[in-house]
């Protein structure tokens, strides 16, 4: 298995529902291959919370949102090989067509 930073939401789900069908910790950890601290620490949090899921990092906030992404990806696959200048221009343009 390799070494992660954090377990999914659906790995930790796997880990609770073997915890409720009455396997050891020993046990979960063989057979899903984790180790015994990692699986100690999502029963815990589980327990504690009632709650096991990964909750969003704190940080800078992205240039684009989901929309812009999505208008930029669909142009640049339009045609691959126009200038980012001209993809730019294109883009301020409906830009400030929409937003007067």
Sequence with gaps: MPHSSELSDFEKGIIIGYHKCGRSLRDISSDLKYLKSTVAYVIKKWKVSG???NVP????PTKLGDRDRRVLTREIRKNRTQPMACIQASREYCFNEYHP
């Excluded at 990092?57 to 800078?60: A, D, I, Q, S």
């Design 57 to 60: 990092r704190v940080g800078r």
């Design 51 to 53: 709650d096991c899921r």
